[in-house]
């Protein structure tokens, strides 16, 4: 399974970006979905992750702004970002089964403006 990721981009602050990551095989289905972050010189984060029930859970500084979604019919997951935050400026890399999973998207660059 291949894990592709897009929709990154340079906005300004307060503006909004929906991330996507498609699957080549319906392993979303099946396992988690997540989105993790790294900055220049920080650590990857979890920001957002979404089990195969719909259960979500969001690191602290994007709940209320951003929101992950599945739609299962096409192996993708979703990352809206609202109210982006020059903070939020990341390489964003979306994920299946886990941190410890080999399945990781390529990343997409976000990058927001003050």
């Known amino acids: 399974v291949q894990l592709q990721a897009s929709g990154g981009g340079l906005v300004q602050a307060g503006r909004s970006l929906r991330l996507s990551c498609a699957a080549s095989?319906?392993?979303?289905?099946?396992?988690?979905g997540a989105w993790y972050r790294q900055a220049p010189g920080k650590q990857r984060e979890l920001v957002a992750a979404?089990?195969?029930?719909?259960?979500?859970n969001y690191a602290d500084s994007v709940k209320g702004r951003f929101t992950i979604s599945r739609d299962n019919a096409k192996n993708t997951i979703y990352l809206q970002m609202n109210s982006l935050k020059p903070e939020d400026t990341a390489v964003y890399y979306c994920n299946a089964g886990g941190e410890v999973s080999r399945y990781w998207g390529q990343g997409t660059q976000v990058t927001v403006s003050s």
């Open positions: 095989g319906r392993i979303f289905s099946f396992v988690p």
């Open positions: 979404i089990t195969s029930g719909g259960s979500t």
